[in-house]
Structure formats: structure tokens, C-alpha cells
């Protein structure tokens, strides 16, 4: 069996705090507390035999024959699309532990741990699972993380010690459940006033996932009006994991997000307006065929010139003059 592991998990639990008594009480001035640079070069290799410790034991105490750990990378896609992702968590930096990146990079450089470059360390265990399922390769998910509950199998949440199984419908049930509620924690904010009860009541009767779907849909509908598509989009983004690479949320294919859009695409579509021929004139009459034309009359003929008297130009009848010109000298 394969153990796919949160390394980011281990990490934290390896950098115990160092502002607690014996007891376990945090110290009233911890804020004020420095250490020298022999005593954080001392904590930091405690940190790191913690680390290699734990993994030591969940190799043997689960019979694996094979471990995959993924850590936090350099990059997430989600805090590109979604600045506000997780901006809730550590508003105090002095709150946050400096050992652990360095305890990450110690797994990375020691090829204890895979760095899950433009996502999150969630995306690759999910990805590893159904790599797993596929190949017929049993497999254990080994967390405390709520959100890797949409994986099914085997799971151990590593602080409590506890086993789950989880199936199939339990897994595709709570990712949907999400979609309602949101996640708080990584500042996703899902329907306003939908916690786990009411999300879990508004699913609970339904059988198949295009059920699910509907309900969510519904839901956005009655509280984002004509901006539901885009918040279901913005916050599955946030809360899907991958399945394979390049693997991005989206509901378009969903068939009651497609039967709404080409409902509203068949009634903001305006028919087709078919073009109307210009009305053209009637036909004129034929003409009335002409008259044949009646030959031309013969000419007299023109009476020879005296003699002596020169030439003299002959008068067609029909170019004779209508005006009495008076010549000069005449």
C-alpha cells in the first residue's frame, strides 16, 4: 500500500512551539522572548528529527510499501485568481512558525517530500489518489485537512488517529456541500448563511450528482440573481481539487447549467428576419407596332441652266427658306 501524505501537516507538527512551559502553557511575554543562533540552529534539527521520525513511524505502523509526500510549492493558481485566498490565516506574522519552510525545503532537498509547484500540496495528493485508483494501487490518504474528505479511500487523520473510509458518494456529496457553504478558513465564501447543517440538510435527499448540481444552482440563483454562474465558477475554482494536470474546475457542462443557458440564449436571440424582395413595377403595355413608313415622293426634275447665265443651285422643296431676306444691291 501506498501512503500519500500532507507533508505540510508533518511539518507543523514537527516545529512544536517553543513558547510553551512544561506544562504546556504559553509563556505571557512569548512576544518578547529572542534566541541566540545556537539555540535556533539546536531547534531546527529537533524540528527535523521530528520530521523524519514521524515518517518512520506511518511507514511502519501502516505496513506501507511506499510513501508519497507532498509540501507546499512556490506557486497557486488560486491566489492568482483570488488575491483574498487564505488571507485570514497568520494576520500576525510573529505568529507564524519560521522553522517550517525550512523543515519543507529539508524534505525537498533530502527527497523525503515533492514540492507542488503552481498548486496546493492538496492537488497532488488527490492527483496521486486517482493515479492510484486507476492503476488498481490501494492507497492511504494521511491528514487532519477537512478538504481532502472529496478524495474517496482510506484516510487517517494523523493527530486524532483515526480511520475513515470514505466512498465514492460520500466523497462527491461533500465537495458539493462546500460549493453551498464555503470554506471560512481559506476565506472562500460560498451562500451567505449556509453553514454544514443547512448544507448538508439541502442535500441530503438527493441520489445522484446532476441532483446535487440542481440544488446548488438553485440556491445561487436565489442569492447571487444573474451573477450566479460567475460565483460558482469563482468558488469551485477555489475548492475543487485536481484530479490530473490541468485539471480546472467548471459547471458549464453540467445539464441544468446547459438547459438554463440555452434558455436565456433562445429568448435574448432575436429571430431571424427573412428579407422582404422590393415590390416592382407592372410590366408596361407592349407598344402599338408602327405604321410602315410611306416612300418618298419623286422629285420634278430640275430644268437644265442657260446658257451663259453660270451655275445655279437647285432648291430642295424642303430646304426652302421661310424668311424674305433682302439682298443688297438687288
Request: with cysteine; glycine share 4%.
Amino acid at each position: 500500500m501506498i501512503g500519500l501524505i500532507d507533508g505540510d501537516v508533518l511539518c507543523y507538527m514537527a516545529c512544536k512551539s517553543r513558547y510553551l512551559t512544561k506544562e504546556g502553557h504559553k509563556f505571557l511575554n512569548y512576544q518578547e522572548i529572542e534566541f541566540s543562533g545556537a539555540q535556533d540552529a539546536k531547534y531546527l534539527d529537533e524540528c527535523w528529527k521530528n520530521f523524519a521520525k514521524t515518517l518512520k513511524e506511518l511507514e511502519e505502523s501502516l505496513f506501507l510499501d511506499d510513501m508519497l509526500v507532498a509540501v507546499k510549492g512556490p506557486d497557486n493558481f488560486r491566489n492568482i485568481m483570488y488575491p483574498e485566498y487564505k488571507m485570514n490565516r497568520h494576520k500576525d506574522p510573529k505568529q507564524a512558525n519560521q522553522f517550517v519552510p525550512l523543515i519543507r525545503k529539508l524534505a525537498v532537498h533530502n527527497n523525503l517530500a515533492i514540492e507542488s509547484t503552481g498548486r496546493e500540496a492538496d492537488d497532488l495528493l488527490r492527483i496521486w489518489a486517482y493515479e492510484c485508483q486507476h492503476a488498481g494501487v490501494p492507497y492511504i490518504v494521511v491528514s487532519i485537512d477537512k478538504d481532502l474528505k472529496c478524495i474517496p479511500g482510506k484516510h487517517l487523520n494523523i493527530k486524532k488517529n483515526e480511520f475513515l473510509d470514505i466512498d465514492e458518494t460520500y466523497a462527491t456529496r461533500f465537495f458539493y456541500q462546500q460549493l453551498l457553504k464555503g470554506d471560512s478558513t481559506d476565506n472562500i465564501p460560498g451562500i451567505p448563511g449556509v453553514g454544514e447543517v443547512k448544507a448538508e440538510k439541502a442535500l441530503k435527499h438527493c441520489k445522484t450528482e446532476e441532483e446535487m448540481q440542481e440544488v446548488v444552482v438553485d440556491q445561487y440563483m436565489q442569492v447571487y440573481d444573474k451573477d450566479w454562474l460567475q460565483y460558482i465558477l469563482s468558488n469551485g475554482k477555489m475548492i475543487y481539487l485536481q484530479r490530473y494536470v490541468n485539471d480546472y474546475f467548471s459547471c458549464r457542462h453540467w445539464p441544468i447549467v446547459e438547459e438554463i443557458l440555452s434558455t436565456v440564449e433562445r429568448t435574448t436571440t432575436p429571430a431571424p428576419v427573412t428579407p422582404v424582395p422590393p415590390k416592382l413595377a407592372p410590366p408596361a403595355p407592349p407598344a402599338a407596332p408602327r405604321a410602315p413608313r410611306p416612300p418618298p415622293a419623286s422629285l420634278p426634275p430640275t430644268a437644265a441652266p442657260a446658257p451663259g447665265s453660270g451655275p445655279t443651285r437647285a432648291t430642295s422643296p424642303t430646304r426652302q427658306s421661310t424668311f424674305n431676306l433682302k439682298i443688297p444691291g438687288k
